[in-house]
């Protein structure tokens, strides 16, 4: 038997509280079962996953799920894999992974790389729009010229950087292995080479080294920036005082002259 299984990234944030969509599996990440061979797994950080179910019961589920949606994407992102079920041990190959039953405990694992693959994807592509602004900031330091670059921008840029890093440690949580590994250790060979074969920790690396080159780029900068401004501001208090003393010298020895 072959099925496919489809993560999609839909929003921002999820909240899992009072949804049911049927038979109730898990909680972290919450999962259903709606028949047989039929799964649907929700992430809290946006994105949910399904196996066994048609296009149109898929939108039927995101139907359901849109009120418990915070900030829908107004594009969404896709990813699938092909999963055989039959006799033998759980491989995996390219875009494909061959399991002896579609358990829950594999459905779980299954999903929890898909959903990490497709939200990296989102982050990456976020990332290189960054990047590209902030290319021209690298190459300004580097030939020493400031330019007409504003504070708030460079605040942006480090914002979205910020966002992006909250959301990868505080809601995808890539690094961390899912729980139903805890109870069923002997999935973890299987959890790995998925893991290798969506490259996910090279990716998470990779994202996190542009992330870092980005920020430490964009704050040195702003870093510039306020040096440049506070220059500027002490060069107006030494106007003010030569100024205020010229002043006075023409109070104390011209203007009694001119009296």
Known sequence: MNL??????????????GIELGERTSHLPLSFRL????????????????VGLNEKERQDVFSE??????????????????????EGLDEVGSEQAKIPSLSRERVLVVADILAKSVMLERYEAVMS??????????????????????????????????LVQQNMIGRVEVHEKPEVLWE?????????RLEDEYEIKERNDALEKKLRLINTTA??????????HSLRVEWYIVI???????????????K????
């Not at 496919?4 to 509280?17: H, N, Q, V």
């Not at 028949?35 to 399904?50: D, I, K, P, S, Y």
């Not at 009694?256 to 009296?259: I, Q």
Request: charged content about 25%.
């Open 4 to 17: 496919t299984m489809i993560a999609t990234s839909l929003c921002e944030k999820i909240r899992t509280k």
């Open 35 to 50: 028949g047989e061979n039929q799964w649907v797994v929700v992430f809290r950080f946006g994105v949910v996953a399904t």
């Open 129 to 162: 729009e960054v990047f590209s602004e902030a290319e021209p900031l690298a190459e300004r330091l580097m030939t020493g010229l400031r330019g007409k670059v504003s504070s708030k921008e460079l605040k942006k840029t480090i914002g979205a950087t910020l």
């Open 184 to 192: 069923h250790p002997e999935l973890e060979k299987f959890f790995v």
């Open 256 to 259: 009694p002259h001119f009296s």
């Open 65 to 86: 799920l849109n009120p418990f949606m915070e900030n829908p994407h107004a594009v969404q992102k896709s990813e699938d894999i092909s999963i055989e079920i039959g």
């Open 219 to 228: 704050e040195t900068q702003l870093g510039l920036l306020h040096n440049s």
């Open 240 to 254: 003010l005082i030569v100024f205020e003393i010229l002043l006075t010298l023409y109070e104390m020895f011209l």
